[in-house]
């Protein structure tokens, strides 16, 4: 009956590429890249949060707090109030800075024609960065997918199992584009949130509380788990290193997207409320599960190591099979989610900030989606191949995901935030902030990584102070970049 959950599960979501493939066959680039500016406050809600929110919500995190406690809970606040200050300080300002500058629908196409600059060298470095790096992040996708599938199938062999997540993955995101990938998402986030509140509900209604099994000591292979309940009980490396993830959707194109593609700004509040409320229940679930996981699961999970099946130990056992498969199914949608926005933006910075602008800038609109659809299909085999590797060049790569976070926020937030709140910003200060802040997040990892402090934090702060210096260095910017600021700005402007 599980099979049967996840099968119901993947049906709806090929149904909703092909539905989309069908209603928009005729539309353009930008209906394929952007869903048409036409996604609604709900679906751009959940699909911001759910594109957001991979398995490492429903593993990873309550996996490390089953194992070590709440410290690791830091993180999960900061990425709260990076949620929070994201959705009100920058989406409704980019939404109309997007429309106002070009109709641009690529972060690097905003960031050139913000600037009314005629050059497209910066969209074409930052669409090779995000081309990169989000075929490295795909590849993670994958790799979370297959291990998902066989965790619930072990008699599955990891590459077939690998092979079905991205094919139907690559399937809806091939046909539907942009709008299949927020519906999807609509309902995966959905999905997710419905798992985070029902598995704690049913384990508190199920068992008796034990908190004397919060304080025992578990070991597996060398390492020693000992809980700790406070969050403040964690060293101030762990809370700035938390606070700091926060600082990373401010550059984070697959979420920043979504606030330009929703149908008018006005739209944002509603929106901005609905997403809060999700991640902040969300990551309360996820807190919560970790604590029973601790209480009444600590032998089982913490003896093998498997602390990250926490979430998957309990639906198994407290529900139905196929209500356990639903919920399971979570998992799935939480990779998938990630994985399909990060494919969609890889595709639409080569389609649109490399290939209409340097190799074919006659292309129609209908061109472009096909050369859309096919960057799709090439970014997930190279994925694969990456995914599916075994050696240690693989492992390298598949390592690097941890730090792209970093890296993003580093070098693209202080630029984004700058060029939605300076009028005196200015093209040159975008390219040296954008260079600033990845160099110093690089040297950090690779020299200061032993502070204990995440590279984000030097890296967004030295990417701020050089936008800002080069910009005043730079003088005063032209009247039709001033224009675009004050257009944007101004309060009667709900285009």
């Not at 890249?33 to 751009?44: E, S």
């Not at 046909?175 to 519906?183: E, I, Y």
């Not at 149908?263 to 969300?282: F, G, H, Y």
Request: charged fraction near 10%; proline fraction near 3%.
């Amino acid at each position: 009956m599980t099979i049967v959950a996840f099968v119901i599960y993947f049906a709806a979501m090929l149904g909703i590429g092909i539905y989309f493939f069908l209603k928009d066959k005729n539309t353009g680039e930008k209906d394929y890249f952007l869903g048409g500016r036409k996604m609604g406050p709900w679906v751009t809600a959940m699909s911001a949060q759910a594109s957001d929110m991979s398995a490492w919500l429903l593993m990873g995190l309550p996996g490390s707090m089953v194992a070590f406690g709440f410290g690791a809970a830091w993180i999960g606040i900061g990425l709260v109030l990076g949620t929070v200050l994201n959705w009100v300080i920058c989406a409704k300002r980019l939404r109309k800075f997007s429309k106002v500058a070009g109709d641009s629908i690529t972060l690097p196409q905003y960031l050139t024609n913000r600037f009314c600059e005629k050059s497209h060298v910066l969209s074409v470095v930052c669409a090779i960065v995000f081309l990169i790096s989000f075929t490295i992040y795909v590849a993670s996708g994958f790799v979370a997918g297959a291990t998902v599938f066989t965790t619930l199938i072990p008699s599955l062999n990891q590459n077939v199992a690998m092979l079905i997540f991205a094919l139907i993955l690559i399937v809806y995101t091939f046909l539907g584009g942009f709008s299949a990938v927020c519906w999807t998402d609509f309902v995966q986030g959905t999905l997710m949130l419905i798992a985070m509140i029902a598995v704690p509900i049913v384990v508190l209604c199920s068992e008796q509380m034990n908190p004397e099994a919060l304080t025992k000591v578990y070991s597996y292979q060398g390492t020693e788990y000992r809980f700790v309940t406070s969050f403040f009980s964690a060293s101030w490396q762990d809370i700035v290193t938390g606070l700091g993830w926060g600082l990373g959707y401010f550059g984070m194109p697959h979420i920043l997207v979504r606030f330009m593609a929703i149908e008018k700004p006005s739209m944002i509040k509603k929106s901005a409320t609905v997403a809060i409320i999700w991640v902040t229940i969300s990551l309360v679930g996820a807190i919560v599960i970790a604590y029973f996981g601790r209480m009444f699961f600590a032998e089982e999970l913490l003896t093998t190591g498997n602390q990250k099946l926490v979430f998957i130990v309990m639906a198994k056992k407290y529900f139905p099979a196929f209500i356990a498969g639903i919920l399971l199914s979570a998992i799935i949608a939480a990779s998938m989610s990630t994985a399909d926005s990060q494919l969609l933006v890889a595709s639409s910075s080569f389609t649109s900030d490399i290939y209409k602008p340097c190799i074919n800038p006659k292309a129609t609109d209908n061109q472009l989606m096909w050369i859309g659809r096919g960057v799709v299909v090439v970014v997930s085999v190279v994925a694969f191949f990456i995914a599916s590797n075994k050696g240690s060049a693989a492992q390298a790569i598949m390592e690097l995901v941890e730090n792209a976070w970093g890296l993003f926020g580093a070098s693209f937030g202080p630029v984004i935030l700058l060029s939605l709140f300076w009028r005196r910003f200015t093209y040159h200060g975008a390219v040296a902030g954008i260079i600033a802040g990845a160099l110093m997040d690089i040297l950090w990892l690779l020299f200061c990584k032993g502070t204990g402090i995440y590279e984000i934090i030097p890296g967004f702060l030295f990417g701020l102070v050089t936008a800002i210096c080069f910009s005043l260095a730079q003088g005063e910017p032209g009247k039709k970049v001033t224009d675009i600021f004050d257009t944007a700005t101004d309060p009667k402007y709900n285009d």
